[in-house]
């Protein structure tokens, strides 16, 4: 499966603890995306990387939110100190800097996140 | 600041009737417009796009949709519909930079 990948893919925390999830994208793609979904809502932007920059940053995101990207590749999301309300799907997406696909977004299965 | 309005949270339509699931957005600049579908327990797929040129736009598994500038919208259509196309629909808009804002999104069924 050549797709956008996700690991966990669910994940039970407490209030307080540290989460970190991964995000393989397709290999060829330059661009990185990460947003949150919650329930009845669409997909809400987080970050954005192009190669290993990130390039853009919702300004709704807490201090707690973080994203790497080291080497253009695989990416990080962590959030520190959970709180209840971090509870939510997050997807991360990727697509190609140019050509035809070029701003066609493939997503991943997601990572569900449960903070008790 | 872009955003998009779904005013249909529901659209139930008989299979072999058309379908529409309306979209309006509001962006500054050249719109880049966006249908996604997400069925149960599976990711986000994508439909279609808008970016330049004809303002109707064909996609994946027989839907269209029409961009049409004047009443900001970019509603998705399809002739016929079938049973298996019931799933949660998202319209998208991403207006200067790679910010993507997305709809709340319409829950198509269609019903046999």
């Known amino acids: 499966d050549t797709g956008v990948s996700q690991d966990p893919r669910h994940k039970i925390t407490k209030r307080g603890q540290n989460v970190t999830f991964r995000c393989d994208p397709i290999?060829?793609?330059?661009?990185l995306y990460w947003y949150r979904q919650t329930l009845g809502q669409g997909p809400e932007f987080l970050t954005y990387?192009?190669?290993?920059?990130?390039?853009?940053k919702s300004r709704l995101l807490s201090d707690r939110f973080s994203a790497e990207r080291p080497k253009g590749s695989f990416s990080t999301l962590e959030i520190q100190r959970t709180e209840q309300g971090d509870s939510a799907m997050y997807l991360c997406?990727?697509?190609?800097?140019?050509?035809?696909?070029?701003?066609?977004?493939?997503f991943g299965p997601g990572t569900r996140l449960t903070v008790l | 600041a872009q955003s998009v309005a779904q005013p249909e949270d529901q659209v139930n339509v008989a299979e072999g009737n058309p379908l529409t699931v309306k979209c309006t957005y509001s962006?500054?600049?050249?719109?880049?417009l966006f249908w996604y579908v997400q069925y149960p327990n599976r990711g986000l797929q994508f439909l279609l796009k808008?970016?330049?040129?004809?303002?109707l736009v064909k996609g994946s598994y027989g839907f269209e949709a029409e961009f049409n500038k004047s009443q900001t919208s970019f509603h998705l259509k399809k002739p016929s519909a079938l049973v298996s196309d019931s799933a949660l629909y998202f319209c998208?808009?991403?207006?200067?930079?790679?910010?993507?804002?997305f709809g709340p999104g319409t829950r198509l069924s269609v019903l046999p």
């Open positions: 990387f192009q190669n290993e920059a990130q390039l853009e």
């Open positions: 962006v500054s600049g050249n719109p880049y």
């Open positions: 998208a808009v991403r207006g200067h930079g790679q910010n993507f804002v």
């Open positions: 290999s060829e793609h330059n661009r």
């Open positions: 997406a990727s697509s190609a800097l140019a050509g035809a696909s070029t701003d066609t977004q493939y």
């Open positions: 808008y970016i330049t040129g004809d303002n």
